[in-house]
């Protein structure tokens, strides 16, 4: 069994954020997985102070501050997957989920400390909802920031919707939320056992691969400059 995590990011637990979440938690589970749900507004999540850029050792788990993130951490730990839903506010996520996202810095930045980021191979979806435009502009942040970490992103892993009224009239918006929560949970079932993705590669292996491109390089820049040379020459010869 997966664990998958829903993230509310929301102020909302009865808006159109929450809806989609219920349905894509609801979905989650109808393929196998224990799920929970988060409401971030009911926490005390303080906004990151970015530790690392004063000395890069400094930001890791479970971060300096003693607020509910550390509950929270550790339920990102034992969760496969998260599917995290967000209100759109002037074409970004709420206040919120930008605090939860800069505090999960402490998992990456681990990298520097285990060499490994502690949440390498988990699963995330999302959610962006709001009745004017920026769906797509608060998904895509959100996706490189969490691919960034090391989370996977599975194809069709979001859900949105721009327009006023109730999401559950919109069969495009409920369809999309649903196969979010199904496709996060078959992708977290399928990579569970893999226990490495990113590789430090040595010195003398990166030093050979360089020198592989570099002669591919050369071989193709000596070929296209030759075939660019009779080209040319041919050019003057009709002129002429």
Not at 13 to 24: I, N, S
Not at 74 to 98: C, H, N, Q, R
Not at 153 to 159: E, F, K, T
Request: glycine share 6%; net charge positive.
């Amino acid at each position: 069994m997966v664990k998958v995590l829903g993230i509310n990011g929301s102020p909302r637990k009865y808006g159109e954020t929450f809806k989609l979440l219920l349905l894509a938690l609801k979905a989650a589970k109808d393929e196998g997985a224990k799920t929970e749900l988060v409401n971030l507004y009911d926490l005390d999540i303080k906004p990151c102070i970015g530790c690392l850029s004063d000395e890069q050792v400094a930001c890791r788990y479970p971060c300096i501050y003693e607020d509910d993130m550390r509950k929270l951490y550790d339920k990102i730990l034992e969760a496969d997957a998260l599917i995290i839903a967000t209100p759109i506010y002037w074409f970004s996520p709420s206040g919120m989920v930008k605090n939860f996202i800069d505090r999960l810095t402490v998992f990456e930045n681990m990298i520097y400390i285990t060499g490994k980021s502690w949440v390498e191979g988990k699963v995330a979806g999302f959610i962006a909802v709001g009745n004017d435009s920026g769906s797509i502009q608060v998904i895509a942040n959100l996706m490189a920031a969490l691919n960034a970490m090391g989370f996977i992103i599975p194809p069709w892993a979001m859900a949105y919707f721009n327009a006023k009224g109730n999401v559950l009239e919109d069969e495009g918006s409920v369809m999309d939320a649903l196969n979010v929560g199904r496709i996060v949970t078959i992708t977290a079932k399928i990579v569970k056992g893999i226990k490495e993705w990113y590789i430090p590669y040595s010195k003398e292996q990166i030093s050979m691969y360089k020198r592989l491109i570099m002669d591919v390089i050369k071989n193709n820049k000596s070929k296209q400059y030759q075939e660019r040379r009779l080209k040319y020459e041919k050019l003057l010869s009709m002129k002429s």
